[in-house]
T-cell receptor, first 118, second 109 residues
Framework: DAGVIQSPRHEVTEMGQEVTLRCKPISGHNSLFWYRQTMMRGLELLIYFNNNVPIDDSGMPEDRFSAKMPNASFSTLKIQPSEPRDSAVYFC????????????????FGPGTRLLVL | EDQVTQSPEALRLQEGESSSLNCSYTVSGLRGLFWYRQDPGKGPEFLFTLYSAGEEKEKERLKATLTKKESFLHITAPKPEDSATYLCAVPSGNTPLVFGKGTRLSVIA
């Protein structure tokens, strides 16, 4: 089975440009997560969806960041305009999304998108 | 406040030299503790989930244990291919998983 798929794998852009990261979760998974990883702050949750509905976006750093999940097999994370401090590795993860609040659920990660904003 | 603290930040072992990594957590009502392995340039890869104090799980040279306030990842007779960053994570409040900063393990042949 294919795991979580992310594209592009690498992105180099200039400050002020729009950046769109894409994710395809594991088929049958109902929850999707966007994370950002930096050396300083580690792995941070930005936003997550359950059944295509955004549940918690409190980790989104600024209004420049937005995420959508138009259907169960596709999500985007957009940064507009991008800034050098947005440089990081962005991961998408998915989980079955059936455990509710009583039990933590295993998340499966994609390979990440390494973003460099010059 | 830190909810998940991992130590040490980095660990260098000789091949065959057993050791343990620590993950301390401060959340109440633990709903699971998760261990992941992350290789350079890749996404975290799931290893184990522990749900109850006293629970243990093993995979090859790795064994994870859980108490009411911390978890250990024991590495027995490590090999160079065990070199990676090991992350632990717990659910906290409405956040499905909060991750620690990880332990960078290097195993030297």
């Amino acid at each position: 089975d294919a795991g979580v798929i992310q594209s592009p794998r690498h992105e180099v852009t200039e400050m002020g440009q729009e950046v769109t990261l894409r994710c395809k979760p594991i088929s049958g998974h109902n929850s999707l997560f966007w994370y950002r990883q930096t050396m300083m702050r580690g792995l941070e949750l930005l936003i997550y969806f359950n059944n295509n509905v955004p549940i918690d976006d409190s980790g989104m750093p600024e209004d420049r960041f937005s995420a959508k999940m138009p259907n169960a097999s596709f999500s985007t994370l957009k940064i507009q305009p991008s800034e050098p401090r947005d440089s990081a590795v962005y991961f998408c993860a998915s989980s079955l999304g059936t455990s509710g609040q009583h039990r933590g659920e295993t998340q499966y990660f994609g390979p990440g998108t390494r973003l460099l904003v010059l | 406040e830190d909810q998940v603290t991992q130590s040490p930040e980095a660990l260098r072992l000789q091949e065959g030299e057993s050791s343990s990594l620590n993950c301390s957590y401060t959340v109440s009502g633990l709903r699971g503790l998760f261990w992941y392995r992350q290789d350079p340039g890749k996404g975290p890869e799931f290893l184990f989930t522990l749900y109850s104090a006293g629970e243990e799980k093993e995979k090859e040279r790795l064994k994870a244990t859980l108490t009411k306030k911390e978890s250990f990842l024991h590495i027995t007779a490590p090999k160079p291919e065990d070199s990676a960053t090991y992350l632990c994570a717990v659910p906290s409040g409405n956040t499905p998983l909060v991750f620690g900063k990880g332990t960078r393990l290097s195993v030297i042949a």
